[in-house]
């Protein structure tokens, strides 16, 4: 029997993007923003400073130095036992970020083979069982089953099946895979 698909979203579910916005912007303001503080806004405003954070996307380091979501190379590397994994992100918009993703990825999730990474454009191309993604323009017309991770920006969605924590993924995972071992027992 064939493994299931799952597409994970690198930014703001993989990478903290969130937390690295709110720490980039204090090393270079002097000034603390928190991710509570950014609730509810769309990503990349909500700071003081008009714009600095679109300055930082395009800032050679940004993505290599992002945090990693907690849990998540746990989880991941749980999943890939059960399930195809494949990491998909819109990391043409930001093209110095192509390197940065792949040496952030070999560094902090050595795990995932390169054949098992997607750089892309729009994300409506992808075909999974599952989506695990922060973006509703990621989400929407995705045909699997969509599970929108909690960011700051999408806290207002209710369109989708929410999960705050990586330990709520794996839960998730778990209890999708529940009737298939019955069944094998």
């Known amino acids: 029997m064939a493994k299931k698909r799952i597409a994970i979203d690198m930014d703001g579910v993989m990478a903290d993007l969130n937390q690295h916005y709110c720490d980039w912007y204090f090393e270079r303001t002097g000034e603390r923003v928190t991710?509570?503080?950014?609730?509810?806004?769309?990503?990349?405003?909500?700071?003081?400073?008009?714009?600095?954070?679109?300055?930082?996307?395009?800032t050679p380091?940004?993505?290599r130095t992002a945090p990693v979501m907690e849990g998540s190379q746990r989880v991941i590397l749980e999943l890939m036992e059960h399930?195809?994994?494949?990491?998909?992100?819109?990391?043409?918009?930001?093209?110095q970020s192509l390197v940065e993703k792949i040496d952030w990825l070999k560094e902090h999730f050595p795990f995932?083979?390169?054949?098992?990474?997607?750089?892309?454009?729009?994300?409506?191309?992808?075909?999974?069982?599952y989506m695990i993604d922060d973006y509703d323009k990621n989400?929407?017309?995705?045909?699997?089953?969509?599970?929108?991770?909690?960011?700051?920006?999408?806290?207002?969605?209710?369109?989708?099946?929410?999960?705050?924590?990586w330990a709520e993924v794996a839960k998730f995972f778990a209890a999708e895979r529940a009737p298939v071992a019955q069944q094998l027992a």
């Open 112 to 129: 995932i083979s390169w054949k098992n990474i997607v750089f892309c454009g729009l994300k409506t191309i992808v075909k999974a069982d």
């Open 61 to 63: 380091g940004f993505f």
């Open 139 to 165: 989400l929407r017309y995705f045909e699997g089953e969509r599970l929108l991770f909690t960011a700051p920006h999408n806290v207002n969605y209710q369109d989708y099946k929410r999960y705050d924590t």
């Open 83 to 95: 399930y195809e994994v494949f990491i998909v992100s819109a990391a043409v918009e930001f093209p």
């Open 35 to 58: 991710k509570e503080q950014l609730n509810g806004v769309p990503e990349t405003t909500g700071f003081p400073q008009e714009g600095i954070v679109h300055h930082f996307l395009h």
